[in-house]
């Protein structure tokens, strides 16, 4: 069982940063990949970025790519999200997520466990 906890969110204005952290429980989080997905009002949960349980390994969603980073520290077992360049469609709660094996994985279904998820804002 991982359990999942995700901070960072909040209003920013648009082209500020964010950071999203999620830290795990659990003894083998090098163990899983993660991702993050993000939810807008009336939307569906969309995939944003994975990286593989060594961290040298990454993949993003093409509107994400040159804006978004996401790094790992398993030493700490959190997986973070540096957002920069922020527009108003990036709003949304952003999700944390594991899977094993350690692949990526692209769709919500492939992700067996979740965070609660945070909430951010970007204001125009």
């Known amino acids: 069982q991982v359990h999942l906890v995700e901070s960072g969110g909040g209003l920013v204005q648009t082209g500020g940063s964010l950071r999203l952290s999620c830290t795990a429980s659990?003894?083998?989080?090098?163990?899983?990949?993660m991702a993050w997905f993000r939810q807008a009002p009336g939307q569906e949960r969309k995939f944003v970025a994975a990286?593989?349980?060594?961290?040298?390994?990454?993949y993003y969603a093409d509107s994400m790519k040159g804006r978004f980073t996401m790094s790992r520290d398993n030493a700490k077992n959190t997986v973070f999200l540096q957002m920069n360049s922020l527009k108003p469609e990036d709003t949304a709660v952003y999700y944390c997520?594991?899977?094993?094996?350690?692949?990526?994985?692209?769709?919500?279904?492939?992700?067996?466990?979740w965070g609660q998820g945070t909430l951010v804002t970007v204001s125009s």
């Open positions: 659990g003894r083998t989080f090098s163990t899983y990949a």
């Open positions: 997520a594991a899977r094993s094996p350690d692949d990526y994985g692209l769709g919500p279904y492939e992700y067996k466990w």
């Open positions: 990286i593989r349980g060594s961290g040298g390994s990454t």
